[in-house]
């Protein structure tokens, strides 16, 4: 089980990762966001595509083992996807309400993911 959700979440990532180089605009627009200029490009590139990447990589390589140092990355990157989820439901407390996609959607997949990252690595 450690390994499958491991290895979803870098499917995942990776996913986003290469969307994000490749189509950074397309990977934004459900926000309302547009990238419109190479540094905004950039941005989109750097943050969701290497980032994605990264992580990707780090939930990679935790599934292929269970000793400490993994059990750590994979720890901090269901952390790390458990506050993206808050960071959701704060705006909510000070915007007004937005509709399920893709907010909601994101919400979701962060905090399940987030969720199950942490309990299948529990120390």
């Known amino acids: 089980m450690r390994e499958a959700v491991l290895a979803l979440g870098a ?9 994000a180089l490749v189509v950074p605009a397309a990977l934004v627009r459900p926000f309302g966001l547009v990238v419109s200029s190479a540094t905004s490009r950039s941005e989109v590139r750097a943050v969701y595509g290497g980032f994605g990447l990264a992580v990707a990589g780090v939930l990679g390589w935790c599934a292929a083992g269970d000793d400490p140092l993994r059990t750590g990355a994979a720890w901090a990157v269901g952390i790390a996807l458990a506050g993206m989820a808050a960071g959701r439901l704060i705006s909510r407390l000070v915007d007004s309400p937005t509709a399920f996609y893709p907010i909601w959607f994101y919400f979701l997949v962060e905090a399940v993911a987030g969720g199950l990252i942490i309990g299948v690595v529990r120390p």
């Open 11 to 19: 499917v995942f990532f990776a996913g986003m990762g290469v969307s």
